[in-house]
């Protein structure tokens, strides 16, 4: 429930670019939803996973789909991920259980991009950005260690806002770039998109 609710309260009070999901309308259908977006049913399915039942979806129901933008289209995926993730270190699992470099492993490669499994290898791939430069859908990489090894990453949203699986307190969570977390240890992002 608490899951549910984060869900909602995203779509709700987090700012929003163009979004690349499509608000369910009396009648539709995901199989109805997929032929207007040119997608295959199997896919819309795919990058839906908080829907358990796709015969029964709602009237305002947030569907996930494919815009053409793949920077809004991975953000709106991962935030559909909130009800849906579970923090497991380790875990292989995804989008079920996993941990913060699992997860964006799985996200960035439903639009057809390869990371590595974790974090530090993760932070070697595409271009350093500063925390000034960086846009939505780039990788944010943190340390929690004196030694300034990485061991976090996450996704920025855009708008000031980024989203991680982040622990097994908190799951999947989005977080302002101004927090004292984010402030504390944040190092770099990368541009892989």
């Known amino acids: 429930m608490k899951k549910v609710i984060t869900f909602l309260i995203?779509?709700?009070l987090i700012p929003s670019q163009a979004m690349a999901a499509h608000s369910v309308k009396s009648g539709d259908t995901m199989w109805k939803i997929s032929q207007q977006y040119k997608m295959s049913y199997a896919?819309?399915?795919?990058?839906?996973?908080?829907?358990?039942?796709?015969?029964?979806?709602?009237?305002?129901?947030?569907?996930?789909?494919?815009s053409g933008d793949t920077a809004t289209d991975l953000t709106d995926y991962a935030k559909n991920l909130?009800?849906?993730?579970?923090?497991?270190?380790?875990?292989?699992?995804?989008?079920?259980?996993?941990?913060?470099?699992?997860?964006?492993?799985?996200?960035?490669?439903?639009?057809g991009i390869s990371l590595p499994r974790v974090s530090r290898q993760q932070a070697n791939v595409g271009?350093?950005?500063t925390f000034q430069n960086m846009k939505k859908g780039d990788l944010m990489f943190?340390?929690?260690?004196?030694?300034?090894?990485?061991?976090?990453?996450?996704i920025y949203l855009g708008n000031g806002y980024w989203i991680s699986n982040l622990?097994?307190?908190?799951?999947v969570k989005i977080?302002?770039?101004?927090?004292?977390?984010?402030?504390?240890?944040f190092l770099w992002a990368q541009r892989v998109i």
């Not at 795919?46 to 494919?66: H, M, T």
């Not at 909130?82 to 699992?93: E, K, M």
């Not at 622990?167 to 799951?171: A, R, V, W």
């Not at 977080?175 to 240890?185: A, L, V």
């Open 142 to 154: 943190f340390s929690s260690n004196s030694d300034k090894v990485i061991n976090h990453v996450g």
């Open 82 to 111: 909130q009800s849906v993730t579970s923090y497991l270190y380790g875990g292989n699992n995804p989008p079920y259980k996993t941990d913060c470099s699992g997860w964006t492993q799985h996200i960035y490669a439903k639009f």
């Open 10 to 12: 995203t779509f709700l």
């Open 167 to 171: 622990n097994s307190q908190y799951h």
């Open 43 to 66: 896919d819309l399915i795919s990058l839906n996973p908080q829907i358990s039942n796709p015969a029964l979806i709602n009237v305002g129901d947030k569907i996930a789909v494919r």
């Open 127 to 129: 271009t350093p950005i």
């Open 175 to 185: 977080q302002s770039i101004y927090d004292s977390y984010t402030q504390k240890y």
